[in-house]
């Protein structure tokens, strides 16, 4: 079986915070794929301490990952291993590498186990105050400026015309520089949610503003975890 599990979106969050689900799953196998091996090892740890580090078998799975890149476990799960899918921070597979080993799973007969946990995208958007009945979750915008500032107004000519609240994220240490695109590519009526530090116990930000509004002050985001979001 393939446990998809989730993982903290603050390594600050008190472990009760979270279901004992996690760890009893993290628990049935020593094998995982994962997106960095150092936090995930941070992430194993901070769920099942009692966990040896050692027996640890991990298999770095990234945007440019292919099928061939994991043959040694695509032959374990094919002989009966049982494998975790973990993400960097909140659920796999959403702003995250790792469909490739879902999709492998699927077309060879292994069960995929999803594990409900934290998914920062979802937090962000319920506590926006935009329409959470229809909405498009966009990733992360293009690094070059002409790009992203071509999928900014394609984003706010979507939301004027839809109603489709628009989802969005950001490199930590590039969100300053997307803070400044939006605040000088969006109308000044464009509605802006920032949802920063999600689930931190004393530093979590979340606040929505037209942008005339956020041109008047500047949080402070560089290095936080964010979601960025258009709304009406």
């Known amino acids: 079986m393939l446990f998809l599990i989730p993982a ?7 472990q009760d915070y979270f279901g004992k689900i996690i760890s009893e799953y993290i628990l049935k196998t020593n094998y995982f794929f994962v997106e960095n091996e150092k936090p995930a090892r941070k992430i194993i740890k901070y ?4 966990k040896k580090q050692s027996d ?19 032959k374990l799960m094919r002989e009966g291993a049982d494998f975790g899918l973990l993400s960097d921070a909140g659920l796999p597979c959403i702003g995250d590498p790792g469909n490739i080993v879902v999709k492998f799973c699927h077309e060879n007969n292994i069960k995929v186990i999803p594990i409900n946990g934290a998914s ?8 926006s105050g935009f329409n959470g009945q229809e909405f498009t979750f966009n990733g992360y915008l293009p690094i070059e400026k002409s790009e992203r500032k071509g ?4 984003m706010e000519k979507l939301l004027q015309n839809t109603g489709f609240t628009q989802i969005f994220m950001e490199t930590p240490y590039r969100n300053m520089p997307l803070f400044e695109d939006l605040c000088k590519n ?10 920063a530090n ?6 979590e930000y979340i606040k929505t503003l037209n942008i005339k509004n956020w041109q008047k002050q500047k949080p402070n985001l560089h290095k936080i975890p964010t979601v960025f979001i258009l709304g009406k």
């Open 198 to 203: 999600i689930n931190h116990p004393t530093d």
């Open 120 to 127: 920062s995208f979802v937090q962000a958007l319920i506590a």
């Open 56 to 74: 640890l078998k991990l298999f770095v799975v990234d945007k440019y990952s292919k099928n061939s890149d994991f043959l040694e476990a695509q």
């Open 151 to 154: 999928r900014i107004n394609s």
């Open 186 to 195: 969006l109308s000044l009526q464009t509605k802006l949610c920032i949802a």
């Open 8 to 14: 903290y979106l603050s390594p600050e969050t008190p």
């Open 47 to 50: 769920f099942c301490p009692e």
